[in-house]
Nanobody, 129 residues
Framework: QVQLVESGGGLVQPGGTVRLSCVAS????????VAWFHQAPGKERQGVAC????????YYGDSVKGRFTISRDHAMNTAFLQMNSLKPEDTGKYYC??????????????????????WGQGTEVTVSS
C-alpha cells in the first residue's frame, strides 16, 4: 500500500519561504509522476508543480513559476516543494500525489487530478502578516 505523508507547512509572512516534504512508503517515487496540488479555502484543488518519472523534467502552474521549485530525492524517497516569495493567495492546503502515467506530467493531462492515484493528507500553509 502506497502512503504519502506531507509536512513542513505553517504560518509564514508574505515574501517568506517554506519547504514542504512528501515522504513516500510502499513504493519508489522514481516509478511515478509526482505532483503538488494546492487547495485554497473554498476553492478547487489545482496543480502547482510536477516532476516526471523519466528524466525529472519539471512543470509549474503559471501562478507559481519562478517562485516554487519541485524536486525529489530518490535515496530519501521524498519529494519537496520549495516555496519562495510567498503571497497571501498561496494560503491553503498542499497535497502531494502520485500518478503511474507519464502523461500526468509532460503530456495532455499534466496535473489533471483524476490522473493521480495516491494522495497524501495534505499540509496547511498560511501566508499572512
Amino acid at each position: 500500500q502506497v502512503q504519502l505523508v506531507e509536512s513542513g507547512g505553517g504560518l509564514v509572512q508574505p515574501g517568506g519561504t517554506v519547504r514542504l516534504s512528501c515522504v513516500a512508503s510502499g513504493s519508489t517515487l522514481a516509478y511515478w509522476s509526482v505532483a503538488w496540488f494546492h487547495q485554497a479555502p473554498g476553492k478547487e484543488r489545482q496543480g502547482v508543480a510536477c516532476i516526471t518519472r523519466t528524466d525529472g523534467t519539471t512543470y509549474y502552474g503559471d501562478s507559481v513559476k519562478g517562485r516554487f521549485t519541485i524536486s525529489r530525492d530518490h535515496a530519501m524517497n521524498t519529494a519537496f516543494l520549495q516555496m519562495n516569495s510567498l503571497k497571501p493567495e498561496d494560503t491553503g492546503k498542499y497535497y502531494c500525489a502520485l500518478s503511474p502515467s507519464g502523461y500526468a506530467c509532460d503530456g495532455p493531462t499534466t496535473m489533471v487530478l483524476p490522473e493521480y492515484e495516491y494522495w497524501g493528507q495534505g499540509t496547511e500553509v498560511t501566508v499572512s502578516s
